[in-house]
């Protein structure tokens, strides 16, 4: 039986990540909805405009490993300080730029320091709480992009709509600012490590050479490319396929938000005590959602309550994917939260560029809701050869335990050895639960 998960109070200081978070994710989606005041007023096309949103997700995949390695020996809260201030400053830049090229360059930059603090304040929220809690540390930062979803997004569109699309950048650097007040007050001092615990580039690499590591990224992208093969295209399968008029949309988006923050809280409660279960259900309910979803996608009720369904069953698995990673990759949790983020955008992209590709062959919307269940299915498959590699990982542990145990009853100068042996088993038994 796996061991209850602990019911510890959460530190300030996640609570404060995930508030930082929320700016940080609003900013990322917030260009859906003031898309089209932008590029009139830019005088660009909307395909130019959209291009924003791309810069942005390339600055996130390249941003988080990059500035991950860069700060590795700098202090933490130190670096979550400069990153979030650059951020701010890059909403300023973007709600003062007059032109589409400044606009551009301010949102790679305010990319590249939401990768880097995504990376960073993750690394930095599982160090604050006991293993068994790491999965609910994640949840809340998680949780910021969803409530970034469900609030942040369609307030933006409010203000785009109203107050002018600038208006939008200046709120998030508010938020930014609200961020950056919280993080130098509740987010504790580090020391940079010394000696042999000083952080090494090399070492923190090494980690790749693990196949559990490639295991996890590669079913951290293929979920999150499940879910935007058909988010992306999800206003004109509502429109176009199920027969809703245009102004159900904005709704239907904050439902999808809605089961978002739902999952998130269902997954932060579950996953630390059964991790792979977690990832198992989760990814296989995605995919039986969206197989269901391409076959009544003419219907209206149906699509409404998938799309909220859809949430749910996505980002239940979003804790447990992140703290699978800062499991097997323990040894270097600023590079697991990197990568983590650039698998996550990684399939941010390649989900809507295959939906685009299934669309573009004639196959119509319905068919982005069958490419996102066969990436939703291919992840289950990557999750059930991890698991398999994790169960006999941790059998030759076990049996190199016993061996040892056997062996120090006959000498008694090897019992120091039997005891790192089984500290190892039993540590690895705490951190992957099923």
Request: glycine content about 10%; some cysteine; hydrophobic content about 55%.
């Amino acid at each position: 039986m796996p061991a209850p998960p602990d019911r510890t109070r959460l530190p300030l200081a996640v609570y404060v990540l995930g508030l930082s978070v929320f700016a940080l994710g609003t900013s990322e989606f917030m260009l859906s909805g003031i898309l089209q005041p932008l590029a009139r007023d830019l005088r660009v096309s909307i395909p130019q405009a959209g291009l924003l949103v791309s810069a942005f997700a390339i600055g996130m995949v390249v941003g988080a490993p990059v500035l991950a390695a860069a700060t590795l020996r700098l202090p933490r809260r130190t670096t979550l300080i400069a990153l979030l201030a650059l951020f701010g400053l890059g909403q300023v830049a973007g709600a003062l730029a007059p032109s589409y090229s400044v606009l551009f360059v301010s949102r790679v930059l305010s990319a590249l320091a939401c990768a880097g603090f995504w990376a960073v304040g993750a690394a930095v929220a599982v160090s604050l709480v006991p293993v068994t809690a790491r999965a609910r540390a994640m949840a809340v930062m998680v949780g910021g992009l969803s409530i970034a979803n469900i609030a942040g997004v369609p307030a933006g569109a409010l203000l785009g709509e109203h107050a002018g699309w600038r208006a939008a950048f200046w709120a998030v650097a508010g938020l930014a600012a609200l961020g950056l007040i919280g993080v130098i007050a509740a987010v504790p001092h580090t020391a940079v490590p010394t000696g042999e615990d000083r952080p090494q580039l090399r070492r923190e690499l090494a980690i790749y050479k693990d196949k559990q590591v490639w295991l996890a990224l590669s079913a951290t992208a293929l979920n999150a490319a499940a879910v935007f093969a058909l988010f992306s295209y999800l206003s004109p399968l509502l429109t176009d396929t199920a027969g809703l008029a245009e102004s159900w949309v904005p709704t239907v988006l904050a439902l999808f938000g809605v089961g978002a923050l739902i999952g998130t809280f269902i997954g932060g409660r579950i996953a630390d005590a059964h991790l792979f279960g977690t990832l198992f259900g989760g990814i296989a309910a995605s995919a039986l959602v969206l197989a269901v979803l391409a076959l009544t996608a003419h219907s209206p009720a149906a699509a409404v309550a998938l799309s909220l369904l859809l949430g749910v069953t996505a980002f239940t698995t979003a804790p447990a994917l992140n703290a699978r990673m800062f499991n097997v990759a323990n040894a270097a949790p600023t590079l697991a939260g990197a990568t983590t983020t650039a698998a996550f955008n990684i399939g941010n992209t390649i989900g809507p560029w295959l939906g685009g590709l299934t669309i573009g062959a004639g196959w119509g919307y319905p068919s982005v809701a069958w490419t996102g269940a066969a990436l939703a299915a291919a992840a289950v498959v990557l999750t059930a050869f991890a698991f398999r590699l994790h169960r006999a990982t941790n059998t030759s542990r076990l049996v190199a335990s016993s061996s040892a145990t056997g062996h120090a009853s006959r000498k008694s100068q090897s019992a120091e050895a039997v005891e790192a042996v089984e500290a190892t088993a039993e540590a690895a038994g705490a951190s992957d639960r099923y």
